[in-house]
C-alpha cells in the first residue's frame, strides 16, 4: 500500500456487527447449522430462511412457520431477525425516495429508491425486453406500466434502488458529498441486503413480477468492504430469488477487488460498472486521489479479466464536471482509451450533480450533448443517467446527509 491510502489495509475487518444474535444475514446453511446446533432438524433453517427472505417477515415471534416453542426459546436466547429499518423519508418531487436506514447499532445508511430507474441499465441488456422500448417516451413513473402484451395481464413496475455498501467512504473523490463523511464503518451483509428487503416491503415489491434494478452505489466502495458485498449479491439471489443480471456494482477502480470480482461465479456475478470519470491519470488523479494507486490502465487490465456473458457490456461512468472533464477534446480521448482496450463498453454520462462545499460546476446541457456525440460517433454507447430526486440529495454523489438530518 503506498503512504497515500494507509488505511485501506484495515478496511476489510473493520465490522463491528459481524457478531451477534442476528438472524438476517446467515443463509439457509448458516441458519440450518444454527437450528442443529439447538437440537432441532435441519429443515427448520430452511424454513427460517424462506421467512426471512421470501416472506420477509422481520419479527422473529412472527415466523409462524417455526414452532412456537422454538420461536420462544430463540427469543429468550437473545436471538432476533435484526433486519435493518427505514428511519426516516425524504421524497422527491421526481418521485425519487431516500431513506434513512437504521442498523443495530443506531447508526443510519442512505438507500435511493428510483421509480422508473435513472437510464442507468440502457444499453446492458439488463432489462432484457424492455431495454428494446427504451427511445420510446416512457410512461409516468408513478403509473404501473405494461411491459408484456395486454393478453398477458401482467402489470409490473420499473424501479432501481441504490444500495449503500459502508457508511461514509474512504475514497475521497473530490466530487462527490459522501467523501466529505470519512469511513465510519463497513456494513454486514444483512445490512446491505437488508436495505434491499425494507425497500421491497415499502413499495410492496414482488420479486419475479416487477422489474427492480439494485445499483450498489450508494455510500461507500463496495471491493473495499469485499466479502459482505458479496456475501449480501449471495443472500439476495440465493435466498430472496434476484437476479444477478439486475444488478450492478460500480467501483471507483479497486484492482484487487475487479480481480476477485473476476473470478466469481457468473450465476452469482453482478455487472461491472467502472467509476472512471477522466480520459486520463492527470486529470483523474486530481479528481480520485485512487488513481496514483492504480491507474487507468492497470483498472482496465483487471477489468479485461472479467468473462463476461453474451450481450454483457461493461459500463464507464463518467460524471461531468463543468469545465474540468467535458470539453471534446476529453470525450475523443477516452474514446481512444476505451477502443484501445478492445471491452465491449459502454459509457453513462452523469452531469454533475452539485453539493456544498464542493469547488465544481454543473456541465452545461449543450457541452453534455456534445460529448455524448463525440463518443458516439467515435463507436462508443454512450448514455446520459437522468438526475433523480436532486432536491433532497438523493442523486449520484449527494449521499451525506445521514450523520446531519
Ligand atoms: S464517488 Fe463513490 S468511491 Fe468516490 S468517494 Fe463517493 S462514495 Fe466513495
Known amino acids: 500500500m503506498p503512504d497515500d491510502f494507509p488505511q485501506l489495509a484495515q478496511i476489510e475487518s473493520s465490522n463491528p456487527m459481524a457478531e451477534g ?22 429443515f427448520r433453517g430452511r424454513q427460517l430462511a424462506e421467512a426471512l427472505y421470501r416472506q420477509r417477515i422481520a419479527d422473529l415471534d412472527a415466523i409462524t412457520t417455526l414452532p412456537k416453542a422454538l420461536r420462544q426459546r430463540l427469543i429468550a436466547e437473545g436471538w432476533q431477525v435484526g433486519r435493518p429499518t427505514i428511519a ?28 422508473e430507474g435513472d437510464d442507468g441499465e440502457v444499453g446492458d441488456d439488463s432489462d432484457g425486453e424492455i431495454s428494446q422500448t427504451l427511445g420510446a417516451p416512457g410512461p409516468d413513473f408513478r403509473t404501473w406500466e405494461t411491459n408484456k402484451p395486454q393478453s398477458a395481464q401482467k402489470i409490473v413496475r420499473r424501479a432501481t434502488i441504490c444500495v449503500s455498501s459502508q457508511i461514509g467512504c474512504i ?4 466530487f462527490c458529498l459522501t467523501a466529505k463523511l470519512g469511513l465510519q464503518r463497513n456494513l454486514t451483509a444483512g445490512e446491505i441486503a437488508g436495505q434491499v428487503l425494507a425497500v421491497f416491503d415499502r413499495h410492496a415489491v414482488e420479486v419475479g413480477r416487477d422489474r427492480v434494478n439494485l445499483v450498489f452505489m450508494g455510500m461507500g466502495e463496495p471491493f ?10 449471495r443472500l439476495l439471489v440465493r435466498e430472496a430469488g434476484l437476479s444477478p443480471r439486475r444488478m450492478t456494482v460500480s467501483t471507483s477502480g479497486i ?36 488513481n496514483r494507486k492504480w491507474p487507468i490502465a ?53 452531469a454533475w450533480n452539485p453539493g456544498p462545499d464542493i469547488p465544481y460546476s454543473t456541465p452545461q ?41
Not at 21 to 42: I, Y
Not at 328 to 334: F, I, K, P, W, Y
Not at 366 to 372: D, G, I
Not at 384 to 392: A, S, T
Open 21 to 42: 444474535r442476528t438472524l438476517f444475514g446467515l443463509d439457509a446453511e448458516a441458519l440450518s447449522a444454527l437450528m442443529l446446533e439447538a437440537g432441532q432438524p435441519a
Open 255 to 290: 484492482v484487487p477487488g475487479i480481480l476477485r470480482f473476476a473470478a466469481e461465479q457468473p450465476e452469482l456475478r453482478p455487472r461491472l460498472a467502472v467509476s472512471l470519470n477522466a480520459p486520463n491519470d492527470t486529470i483523474r488523479t486530481e479528481i480520485m486521489p485512487i
Open 171 to 174: 475514497v475521497n473523490c473530490q
Open 88 to 115: 426516516q423519508v425524504f421524497q422527491s418531487n421526481d418521485g425519487t425516495e431516500r431513506y434513512l436506514v437504521e442498523l443495530e447499532d443506531g447508526l443510519t445508511v442512505e438507500t435511493v429508491w428510483m421509480p
Open 365 to 405: 446541457p449543450e457541452a453534455v450533448e456534445a460529448f455524448r456525440s463525440a463518443l458516439i460517433s467515435a463507436g462508443i454507447p454512450a448514455y446520459l443517467r437522468k438526475p433523480r430526486g436532486r432536491d433532497i440529495y438523493a442523486a449520484c454523489g449527494q449521499l451525506k446527509r445521514t450523520v446531519e438530518s
Open 224 to 233: 473495499l468492504n469485499y466479502d459482505s458485498f458479496i456475501a449480501a449479491v
Open 298 to 350: 492497470e483498472v482496465i487490465d483487471a477489468t479485461r479479466q472479467i468473462p463476461l456473458r453474451s450481450h454483457e457490456r461493461i459500463t464507464f461512468e463518467y460524471v461531468l464536471l463543468g469545465g474540468v472533464t467535458d470539453q471534446l477534446t476529453h470525450a475523443r480521448e477516452l474514446a481512444r482509451q476505451l477502443r484501445r482496450s478492445g471491452l465491449a463498453a459502454k459509457v453513462n454520462l452523469i
